[in-house]
Nanobody, 114 residues
């Protein structure tokens, strides 16, 4: 069982930036492909970005392509989501997840508002 703890959310103005972090327990983090998801109020949870075990392959939802960057540091058991040029529609609770395990962390709230 992998435990995930997300952090780094907050309130930011449109056009601003935030970096989310997700710390994972366990010694085999490097063997897991990871993803960031988000869920806005009244909407279904959606996949935002994924990253392969080595970090060499990444994929993004069209809505965030060119603005968000997913990365990982396997030595620190951590995956990141750098979010730039934030828009009000990016407001959501953001979650990280091991792509092949049906377990969720608590999430971190991101609010983009002036």
């Amino acid at each position: 069982q992998v435990q995930l703890v997300e952090s780094g959310g907050g309130l930011v103005q449109p056009g601003g930036s935030l970096r989310l972090s997700c710390a994972a327990s366990g010694s085999i983090f490097s063997t897991y492909a990871m993803g960031w998801y988000r869920q806005a109020p009244g909407k279904q949870r959606e996949l935002v970005a994924t990253i392969s075990t080595s970090g060499s392959t990444t994929n993004y939802a069209d809505s965030v392509k060119g603005r968000f960057t997913i990365s990982r540091d396997n030595a620190k058991n951590t995956v990141y989501l750098q979010m730039n040029s934030l828009k009000p529609e990016d407001t959501a609770v953001y979650y990280c997840k091991v792509l092949t395990i049906a377990s969720w962390g608590q999430g971190t709230q991101v609010t983009v508002s002036s």
